[in-house]
């Protein structure tokens, strides 16, 4: 495994492989759910390349970039084992100098949800997408479903700039109690942990009601609402409940499959996102 | 010469392309100047390809989009002549279908001069580029001098968002009283054509002065402004004249070369632009 640290050789790199070069850009911090994603990015490609960069141009300004959780030797000794070719891991000033100025905006789909909460958000990680997809020219780029409006955000810029590469979504790998797992849940505290299996426990809910037969989006939500808000950590700090087209993320007022369910609840310190597809 | 008038048709063609690939994107109606370019572009790629597209996200609401001369036949066979290998010709919905929303964006750069007065229009130029870009992966691009500004925010989009291409940049081509050709001076009535001259003789009495060894912009600006005053038609016309620096745009007191002196006026219905580089 070969480790690179500009975007200079990076392209150099690139431009000596021969054969279906698959990418995973992470912010590094690695768990099993990403690995269950590693081992499917070097299955499918004759190379992989994998980036590790805590992009800042995602974190908003009272968020937790100077925090985020960071173990680049763990990080490169879990990638190693997984047989990765690459890893790209460029500095903040090589990815942003001086004077950087441009930026791609994927619009309507990042009005609401994660972008309503989190200006800008998208527009930094749509960004830093087109430069990483620029430097490193994949044939197909994976992502979780976990963070299912990235998943949608990505595939528009793609499709809506003819960029030359598929988007792969591989699904959430959840703990053994159903919390989807994420880098930011080692902020969670014992009893927060406990209380945070409330997302997928809301989700299940809706996944059975529509199972049943029930199309009312109102009333799903409202079913789901109750379920958490039984949960005493997380009562108070619902972020959103969505119901949504799958592709465009519009809210609903009945089902029409495929449907993403999708919600951000509180827990503690961090905020934590999970979702379900109803198909 | 093969006519390419679908995207998916055009990226085959690509994958199928060894060697260097020059581009050059207009949106049609050619005149001497952009043979000039072609035949550069020609000269110094395995293969050359041409798109002839009118975008109508360039162009404002009040502008001349509908009314923008087109002339395809006599565009190809010009083409076809310069020994140019592919020219796509994609249809408008087939570059921005339904939900398209995707837009980049360079800033500051595009702030003043035609990003001033035309609001989104380097917005739509930068999105145009970028999916041509994409869909042709050129190893060059080919742009004319003439459109200073324009040429500024493409290169500071393809080194910000690390694109695997270089923008070559065409000498201005002048008639021989030294108006630059520019397909918009079709609409110019005959005394208007004639008064046109004005802009270039602005721009040479300000080489002449920084020869003399004239540093000071004021005076430069104002001897331009009273020059182009005496030419009835231009009196009242003037857009802007900016003596900026040649990379950043930034407005200067004292002239520091590399230098680009522009100037926009309206003569009878087109606004024209030209620009000279002291150096």
């Known amino acids: 495994m070969k480790v690179v640290e500009t975007i200079a050789e990076m392209k150099k790199v690139r431009r000596e492989l021969k054969g279906a070069i698959g990418f995973w850009p992470t912010l590094g911090y690695l768990h099993e759910g990403h690995l269950e994603l590693v081992r499917r990015c070097v299955a499918e490609n004759d190379f992989t390349v994998v980036s590790i960069f805590v992009n800042p141009t995602q974190f908003g300004l009272n968020e937790d970039f100077d925090k985020y959780p960071r173990d680049y030797p763990r990080d490169l000794a879990m990638l190693e084992k997984e ?3 690459f890893v790209f891991m460029p500095l903040v000033g090589e990815m942003y100098p001086q004077r950087f100025s441009t930026w791609v905006e994927v ?12 200006p800008a958000h ?3 990680v749509a960004t830093v997408c087109n430069k990483l997809f620029n430097i490193v020219q994949p044939d197909r780029a994976y992502f979780g479903q976990k963070d299912a409006q990235q ?20 699904p ?3 703990e053994p109690d159903g919390l989807a797992m994420s880098s930011r849940n080692t902020y969670l505290k014992p009893d927060e942990r406990k209380a945070a299996v409330v997302l997928y426990r809301a989700l299940t809910l809706a996944q059975e009601l529509w199972d049943k037969g029930e199309k009312d989006t109102g009333k799903i939500r409202r079913a789901m609402i109750k379920l958490i808000q039984q949960e005493p950590l997380a009562a108070d700090n619902i972020n959103y ?3 949504a087209d799958a592709e465009t993320l519009e809210e ?5 499959p495929p449907t993403v369910v999708s919600l951000a609840v509180k827990i503690g310190k961090p905020r934590l996102i999970d979702n ?3 198909e």
Request: one cysteine or more.
């Open 83 to 85: 047989k990765v070719d």
């Open 107 to 118: 619009e309507k789909i990042t009005d609401r949800l994660e972008g309503g909460i989190r």
């Open 122 to 124: 998208f527009r930094g």
């Open 151 to 170: 998943v949608l955000v990505l595939k528009k810029m793609v499709a809506d700039l003819n960029m030359n590469l598929e988007i792969v979504v591989c």
């Open 172 to 174: 959430t790998v959840r």
């Open 241 to 243: 409940i969505s119901i």
């Open 252 to 256: 609903l007022d009945k089902i029409e």
């Open 276 to 278: 379900i597809v109803l």
